[in-house]
């Protein structure tokens, strides 16, 4: 029984694809927060580098992938594509389960695919030091690993609360070489500020976001990095949709469903935008499904409209689905998909109804996730658990309903990291947290009344 | 630049090969302790199913893989095979160094390849449940994968000291649904004796020995399995060195030198034996460097003698490098290679100088590893560390001599669950500790006066 759909390493793709080049509606401008007027390439310029910066705005349809970086995505690239053979078996589902696995990155996740690439450009522009914030620590080693792999310096602002109870992922930051800081921090204003209010602050991601903007907006050799959300990240993450559309090929089926699990959108993006452009284009009949946590459903519960990417109002404004930059959600375990709002791109093909969006709680999807691992072996990162829950209730629908559809998901990361979580489940102990409804109506409250 | 290469699925070795058929040397028989005589298939059968026994002593040159091992197999396997060429460059060495990676399969390590096939012969013959012992959890988690995937219980007993201090190697086995308990545990009669004599006791793999094969012996639906030292267990793994000959081939290069860690000899076995046929059979000038650690160097400082594998004397006995059954290791990092003693196949080809043996103090192996993950991005386990200090002196060597070697190693897991080891490197704790001299003349001279 074949089970694995390996491609070859000359299949690596080329390109990225830029769905911005296939969208039937314009993509919203971001607007700077002071005059209301969009933004220019210039706006940007004391963050990003001016190629992420036009990779941001580009509308072409396909953009060479150095080869420098496609050098480095061969250290764990192409991923292997999954039939999940014994989870279908499990299920009794006539559904045909096919799963992309990014776990193998060196990081362990599919964060490395954009990291890699803005360290290259930024290094390329001659800068010497990238900060970046960090929740649990995903994101924050994918830019270690990458930073370490360029040459280049790298800071992370870690949440303080995280940098204390989960140390590991610290470590493995450290060990690529980067300076991990528990965040507020003294080493910038806005990380003094806080601590001046609060000394015992354990921090949140739009601390920590704020600290590393001013960091980088601060010192002449140091830009800014961010892992999801903005138009090139999820542009880069489509490496993982091309090839598993050539895996897919292999395999000789295409699929009638694509899920997977949304914080900023980029890993869900990476696999689905590449297909989607046949959804847009070629008018193929296909479903695709967003994952939220209940504690954090953006699409489902949030505002389609103008809103600042970090709770200090530091970022330009971008037209998104939102839960209020100012929401904090609950301590749920899946870390990547505590964002109080959502990548402009997903959040636009979702309000044109290209896609849908669900959300889940997070016990049943430990659930989902245990009941893939003792079929299929690999524990799955909380995050993607979400997307399994989703792809074993769409399975089981095939069950009821006789259909053979073919269900693709990106299992985005392994759960190395995540072993105190899945004990918790195991106990029994693992808590869900409700819809927090009258919070999510104050941080809309306050969300800027801008292109209403 | 190419730097893995893949093997096509359709590649996945469909047979094991044994060296006993090759060696140019007879392997000492296994010793009753009991009546001095050796053992026979009907001594081991309350321990192991017939067919594992058969293959401890099979002299059969190649042993089919039975398909549904090799359907578990396709799951991760074929594993990639790296060139390092950017550890090449940093250390400025003419030598060309490849690395097989078997941090790949779901429980990040090598031990897979054997789990999976006793778990399946163990099925195929009746057994209900399996039982083993486990230090840091590499072996036990395996364990666990494999019979979660073929439908077996499972029952760890897992050093007291490490179920305590590491508790997430734990949880992985117990996601995947085995069993897991500390060792002195109540459960058995040898755990009840220590824990008499000494309630606190922080148990020991010895101990652990003594209590999974007393669960196995005194239970009609129970087996007993071990993760290394025994012929069938090097068998299993020379799936990893058949695969890496076909890699080298398309890499267009033979190894000069084999490297690889040894605890009880597995992992380096199965890259290396596959190879060691050339050096035999077709007279290929080659080297194989087993490396060990300083604080339990059995090959390079231990006697080769008849001995027992467990410190409860409950074993037959195997003539074996060996620093005596009752020596109890440093708490080094490397917990899979903290045993007394080494593969009887090893040995015997130590013995014959057809492989030679060095051993390294830990905290140069973790330096080692450091340089290797700077440059390659993968995070090495303490196990393979080892095997990367002695990669880098051998390629250092060659840009002494202006050799340009072939260097082929094993990479034999990640370093995931093992970053509180990097966290004390990095912050300059780590200790060393000297080969305990006394303590091992101690240990010898308690090993038993047989065939001497």
Redesign the interface.
């Known amino acids: ?4 759909y ?1 491609l ?2 000359s299949k690596l793709p080329t390109h990225w694809y830029n769905i911005l080049a296939d969208l039937p509606f314009p993509l919203a401008p971001v607007i700077h927060p002071g005059t209301g007027q969009p933004i220019g390439p210039q706006d940007l310029a004391p963050l990003f580098p001016m190629s992420l910066i036009m990779q941001e705005v580009s509308t072409e349809r396909f953009i060479e992938i150095p080869e420098p970086v496609r ?2 995505y ?3 690239r192409p991923t292997p594509l ?1 039939r999940a053979h ?1 989870l279908e078996k499990a299920l009794g589902t006539p559904a045909r389960i096919f799963y992309k696995y990014e776990g ?1 990155s ?1 990081a ?1 996740s599919h964060k490395p695919n954009t990291a890699v690439a803005q360290a290259y450009y930024n290094k390329q522009e001659g800068v010497k030091r990238l900060t970046t914030e960090t929740g649990a620590g995903q994101w924050g080693s994918a830019l270690a ?1 990458a930073c ?2 360029f040459g280049l310096e790298c800071k992370v602002y870690m949440v303080k609360a995280s940098f204390h109870q989960k ?2 992922r610290r ?2 930051m ?4 980067a300076k991990v800081v528990p965040s507020p921090s003294r080493d910038t204003h806005a990380g003094q500020h806080i601590l001046e209010v609060d000394p015992e602050s354990p921090g949140s991601l739009g601390i920590a976001i704020s600290e590393a903007v001013e960091d980088a907006a601060t010192r002449e050799d140091t830009k800014y990095s961010l892992g999801s959300v903005l138009n090139h990240v999820l542009l880069h993450q489509t490496v993982v949709g091309q090839e598993a559309k050539l895996q897919m090929e292999m395999a000789g089926y295409y699929p009638d469903v694509i899920i997977g699990c949304v914080g900023g959108g980029s890993n869900f993006a990476g696999l689905s935008l590449p297909f989607m452009r046949d959804k847009i284009v070629d008018k193929k009949n296909m479903r695709f499904i967003a994952v939220e946590p209940e504690a954090c459903p953006s699409i489902s519960r949030g505002e389609y409209a103008y809103d600042f990417g970090d709770t200090a109002e530091t970022t330009p404004l971008i037209k998104m689905h939102t839960l209020g930059h100012t929401f904090i959600p609950a301590a749920i375990h899946a870390g990547g998909l505590r964002y109080h709002g959502m990548a402009p791109i997903i959040s636009a093909l979702c309000y044109n109804k290209l896609m849908e969006a669900r959300a889940y709680h997070q016990t049943v999807c430990f659930q989902a996730a ?1 009941e893939f ?2 079929t ?4 799955p990162a909380p995050e993607p658990s979400h997307a399994i829950k989703a792809v074993i209730d769409e399975a089981l629908a095939c069950r009821q309903s006789g259909e053979a559809r073919t269900i693709l998901f990106n299992l985005s990361g392994h759960g ?2 995540d ?2 979580a ?2 918790s489940f ?1 106990a029994g102990k693992l808590e869900d947290y409700a819809y927090p409804e009258a919070k999510v109506r104050e941080a809309l409250a306050r969300v800027p009344k801008v292109g209403v």
Do not use: A
């Not at 029984?1 to 694995?4: L, N, S």
């Open positions: 029984m074949e089970t694995k390996n070859d390493e050098e480095i061969r250290l764990w999954f014994r193998v060196p362990g690993l370490n792999l140390p590991y470590v493995m450290e060990t690529w070489g245990l691992t003792r299929e072996g690999i524990i190395h990291f072993m105190s899945y004990d195991l």
